[in-house]
């Protein structure tokens, strides 16, 4: 599975941006997705993951009520809306995909990775 996330950019605070991943190959409705970010100088995190029917969502506290996760697994795409973002949302984000489907918080479930979008927000 090959990922391509694409979307990002830069935006105001209390802006909006949609990051979209596209992924290759026949097997992308079996995977769960994921969203991860990291921000210079520290640690990736984990942002948020939907299974692989869509039908289940994940989120981390810093983006919950905020991000919303999907996807549109007749296009081979999982979205990321980001919405009233802040400066501290700024960071390199990737997506990831889990052949075990249901989705993870972990990033060692992940066996693919997105090469990265950024995002930033000024203030």
């Known amino acids: 599975v090959q990922l391509q996330a694409s979307g990002g950019g830069l935006v105001q605070a209390g802006g909006s941006l949609r990051l979209s991943c596209a992924a290759s190959?026949?097997?992308?409705?079996?995977?769960?997705m994921g969203w991860f970010r990291q921000a210079p100088g520290k640690e990736r995190e984990w942002v948020a993951a939907?299974?692989?029917?869509?039908?289940?969502?994940y989120y981390a506290d810093s983006v919950k009520g905020r991000f919303t996760i999907s996807r549109d697994n007749a296009k081979n795409t999982v979205y990321l809306q980001m919405n009233s973002l802040k400066p501290e949302d700024t960071a390199v984000y990737f997506c990831a995909a889990d052949p075990k489907g249901w989705g993870s918080n972990w990033s060692g479930s992940y066996d693919y990775w997105g090469q990265g979008t950024q995002v930033t927000v000024s203030s």
């Open positions: 939907i299974n692989w029917s869509g039908g289940a969502t």
């Open positions: 190959g026949r097997t992308f409705s079996t995977y769960a």
